[in-house]
């Protein structure tokens, strides 16, 4: 699979701050290509906001007018890349560090809520899919350079395979976080 990706600067990741537009983002990227008026019903918005926050997405590269559908009344947009990537060296300038944390605190916030609605809808699934199903973690002792390395070689993985197309096959989410455990590295132990 060829996924087309970003890694924002610090000024674009802004626009991502708020965790309305990761879930717009995440919608036209899983759902493809829709109007303000189809986001802000599926999003239970009005259109004025959800208009709004595609522009902002819209001007820092997100988000592209999809110009092969609809006429001069609807604007119809699209994902302009399949994935948000992090640059992962910390911000000496304050201000960039502080975007890049409210930026993290929205995609925890996005992530959160569907693993959240993932949980509600077991129940619903079929017992194949219930078993291709885990909520699970796993703690082990690494240095940052194994880690690191362990984090790439998964997204490797992950980025090299392909997709389905059969009747059967739906978009699957993988989430990753990894991360030392809280109060181990830079706080207190507890």
Request: proline share 6%; net charge negative.
């Amino acid at each position: 699979m060829d996924v087309t990706s970003i890694t924002p600067s610090p000024d674009a990741l802004k626009a991502l701050t708020h965790p309305l537009r990761l879930r717009m983002l995440g919608t036209l990227r899983i759902d493809g290509p829709a109007t303000a008026t189809t986001l802000a019903t599926k999003l239970g918005l009005n259109t004025g906001a959800t208009s709004y926050h595609l522009r902002q997405l819209e001007r820092h590269g997100f988000v592209v007018e999809d110009t092969e559908r609809g006429n001069a009344r609807d604007r119809w947009w699209r994902a302009a890349h399949q994935a948000t990537m992090t640059d992962t060296v910390r911000p000496a300038d304050p201000g960039e560090k502080e975007t890049l944390e409210a930026y993290l605190q929205s995609v925890v916030v996005v992530m959160t809520q569907t693993l959240q609605r993932s949980v509600e809808e077991l129940g619903l699934l079929t017992p194949e899919w219930s078993d291709a199903v885990t909520y699970s973690d796993w703690v082990t002792r690494l240095s940052p350079a194994r880690a690191k390395d362990l984090i790439q070689r998964v997204a490797e993985m992950l980025s090299a395979e392909p997709e389905e197309e059969g009747e059967d096959a739906v978009q699957y989410v993988v989430q990753l976080n990894g991360f030392p455990y809280p109060g181990r590295v830079g706080g207190s132990e507890e």
